[in-house]
């Protein structure tokens, strides 16, 4: 998932030149005249920061407040965000959780301005290892595992009444999994790459163009359904013996719909616009775009067997 906004980070007022000439500064000082203790500055380009420092540099907790609109409330290690903070950007976005070296890195929460989250590992300003985002949307959500922020690996999506269970490569299911459905029945199948197009020859190198896997059913099956362990009775000395366990088995016709069949490139193009460039205070993470498989329920489940076929 590509970030939005500046490639970079946004230097949060840092100047190489003497103190007075940086910004207006009001607070403590230590004996070799450094900031030093609690204080509060406006610097040059209109940001200002309250919080503590420690031999000159933001140290500690403090309020870093862009003069855009942007602010970052949490802990400072030597002018950078490190340890516990929330960083609240203009769009109404913001992401509360652990940072290392001025980066999302650790456990944190990410709140889009469309109302879906993410909630799990972050590294490098990435979403990276095992997360949870949910589709405001749709109510879908996607657990599993992340890498270099794309949804890569074992993971779940989950939706009204149905969920799919498998393996990601590169934001898309591959290989084996299967479908759940909450009428009782299980759809196994497989995802498969088609042979890919070719476009024209330009300068002398072929492009491919982006094939999605597609999905191929092989059976259908029941639910396993779990019961408890009992403790086994000694059968009765007189009587007819011990009777068979019953087991009621709907053995109705299910069509299927393969989910999202009619969906074609789902995940498409990216959900969200740019960012101005003069938003260049920090990396805004995108998001995802619609969730693959998450139409309405009537696109997405098996039809419940016609009364009287039970």
């Given at each position: 998932?590509m970030?939005l906004?500046?490639?970079?980070?946004m230097?949060?007022?840092?100047?190489?030149?003497?103190?007075f000439?940086c910004?207006?500064?009001?607070g403590?000082?230590n004996?070799?005249?450094?900031r030093h203790?609690?204080?509060?500055?406006?610097l040059p380009?209109?940001?200002?920061?309250?919080?503590?420092?420690?031999?000159?540099?933001?140290h500690?907790q403090?309020?870093?407040k862009f003069?855009?609109?942007a602010?970052?409330?949490g802990?400072?290690?030597?002018?950078?965000?490190?340890?516990?903070?929330?960083?609240?950007?203009p769009?109404?976005s913001?992401?509360?959780?652990?940072?290392?070296n001025?980066?999302?890195?650790g456990?944190?929460?990410y709140y889009y301005?469309?109302?879906?989250?993410y909630?799990?590992?972050?590294?490098?300003?990435?979403?990276?290892?095992?997360?949870t985002y949910?589709?405001?949307?749709?109510g879908?959500?996607?657990v599993?595992?992340?890498v270099?922020?794309q949804?890569e690996?074992?993971?779940?999506?989950?939706?009204?009444?149905h969920?799919?269970?498998g393996k990601?490569?590169?934001?898309?299911?591959?290989?084996?999994?299967?479908?759940?459905?909450d009428?009782?029945?299980?759809?196994h199948?497989e995802y498969?790459?088609?042979?890919?197009e070719?476009g024209?020859?330009?300068e002398?190198?072929?492009?491919?163009v982006?094939v999605?896997?597609?999905?191929?059913?092989?059976k259908?099956?029941?639910?396993?359904?779990?019961?408890?362990?009992?403790?086994?009775?000694?059968?009765p000395?007189?009587g007819p013996g011990?009777e068979?366990?019953m087991?009621?088995?709907s053995e109705g016709?299910?069509?299927?719909l393969?989910?999202?069949?009619?969906d074609?490139?789902v995940?498409g193009?990216e959900?969200?616009e740019?960012?101005?460039?003069e938003?260049?205070?920090d990396t805004?993470d995108?998001?995802?775009?619609?969730?693959?498989?998450s139409?309405?329920?009537e696109?997405?489940?098996a039809?419940?067997p016609?009364?009287?076929?039970?």
């Amino acid at each position: 998932v590509m970030e939005l906004g500046s490639l970079g980070l946004m230097d949060e007022g840092n100047c190489n030149y003497p103190d007075f000439f940086c910004q207006e500064y009001e607070g403590d000082r230590n004996e070799a005249g450094e900031r030093h203790g609690h204080g509060k500055a406006r610097l040059p380009n209109g940001d200002t920061y309250e919080g503590d420092y420690e031999h000159g540099k933001r140290h500690g907790q403090g309020i870093y407040k862009f003069k855009n609109g942007a602010r970052y409330i949490g802990e400072y290690v030597k002018n950078k965000k490190h340890g516990q903070g929330t960083f609240i950007y203009p769009d109404g976005s913001r992401y509360e959780g652990e940072w290392a070296n001025d980066l999302r890195h650790g456990h944190g929460v990410y709140y889009y301005v469309n109302n879906d989250t993410y909630t799990g590992e972050w590294l490098a300003h990435q979403r990276h290892g095992q997360g949870t985002y949910v589709y405001a949307e749709t109510g879908s959500k996607y657990v599993g595992t992340w890498v270099n922020g794309q949804q890569e690996g074992a993971a779940q999506l989950i939706h009204l009444n149905h969920r799919y269970q498998g393996k990601f490569v590169n934001k898309h299911p591959f290989g084996p999994g299967k479908y759940v459905f909450d009428i009782g029945c299980e759809q196994h199948g497989e995802y498969r790459l088609t042979d890919a197009e070719r476009g024209e020859e330009e300068e002398e190198e072929e492009t491919l163009v982006t094939v999605i896997p597609k999905w191929r059913a092989t059976k259908i099956t029941e639910l396993a359904l779990w019961t408890p362990t009992l403790p086994e009775e000694l059968p009765p000395t007189d009587g007819p013996g011990p009777e068979e366990p019953m087991t009621d088995v709907s053995e109705g016709e299910m069509d299927f719909l393969r989910p999202g069949e009619e969906d074609g490139d789902v995940f498409g193009q990216e959900s969200r616009e740019n960012v101005p460039e003069e938003l260049q205070y920090d990396t805004i993470d995108q998001g995802e775009p619609e969730l693959w498989g998450s139409r309405r329920e009537e696109d997405t489940h098996a039809r419940r067997p016609a009364s009287g076929q039970a």
